[in-house]
């Protein structure tokens, strides 16, 4: 069964420094792979997605994620995080192929300091 | 613009009450979801939709359930609801040829 695994269940980081938020998952393909945010008191919205080719993918608010087939990990990063980037932030996995839904990791609460 | 809402965005209710969620999808998505949301658990499937009249259970269905009477909605229903049910709870959709999902703003349910 596919499964992911978001180690950190929360991080602080300064303002201004670079962020990496670790994803691992367990599928037994090439799965299609995202990155979602939830700010306080809001629903998830998509940051990238990885479906095929470049395994870096650029995504919205300055994020991008690197997918490495070999370590199963699908890590989003910034280079320099804004305090508007707290947030709770969620990997999700989907199949290639056929018909089942995504599956989601716990989350890693990001919380930025001055 | 397309859009995703829910209602009530705030519901508390009594135990044993029937609850229901609304959520409704501008988008003309086939597929519509539903997940409870709890710390520590992250997000938790509930039922889920792949158009008019299909239904599937998630892993946590048990006390709910939902109908597809047309594409636009999928309310959740909460047969008889108990405290362990009070969570916050999202729709979503997404196209039936592609897997990003979109999500609604959520609704707060506290069950007393």
């Known amino acids: 069964a596919q499964s992911v695994t978001q180690p950190d269940i929360h991080i602080t980081v300064s303002e201004g420094a670079s962020l990496e938020l670790r994803c691992n998952y367990s599928?037994?393909?090439?799965?299609?792979l995202f990155w979602y945010v939830q700010s306080p008191g809001q629903g998830l919205q998509l940051l990238l997605k990885y479906f095929s080719g470049d395994t870096l993918v650029q995504g919205i608010k300055g994020f991008e994620a690197e997918f490495k087939r070999s370590q199963s990990s699908f890590n989003l990063r910034k280079p320099s995080v804004h305090w508007s980037d707290a947030a709770e932030y969620f990997c999700a996995v989907g199949p290639h192929s056929g018909n089942t839904p995504l599956v989601f990791g716990k989350g890693t609460r990001l919380s930025v300091i001055a | 613009d397309a859009e995703i809402t829910q209602s009530p965005r705030h519901k508390i209710t009594e135990t044993g009450r029937q609850v229901t969620l609304a959520c409704h999808q501008t988008?003309?998505?086939?597929?519509m979801f539903w997940y409870r949301q709890d710390l520590g658990h992250g997000l938790r499937l509930i039922h889920y939709?792949?158009?008019?009249?299909?239904?599937n259970k998630g892993e946590v269905s048990d006390g709910y359930s939902v109908s597809r009477s047309n594409t636009e909605d999928l309310p959740l229903t909460l047969e008889s609801a108990a405290s362990s049910q009070t969570s916050v709870y999202f729709c979503a959709s997404s196209d039936g040829s592609r897997w990003e999902q979109y999500f609604g703003p959520g609704t707060r349910l506290t069950v007393t």
């Open positions: 939709s792949y158009g008019v009249h299909d239904t």
């Open positions: 988008w003309n998505h086939n597929n």
């Open positions: 599928y037994g393909a090439t799965p299609y």
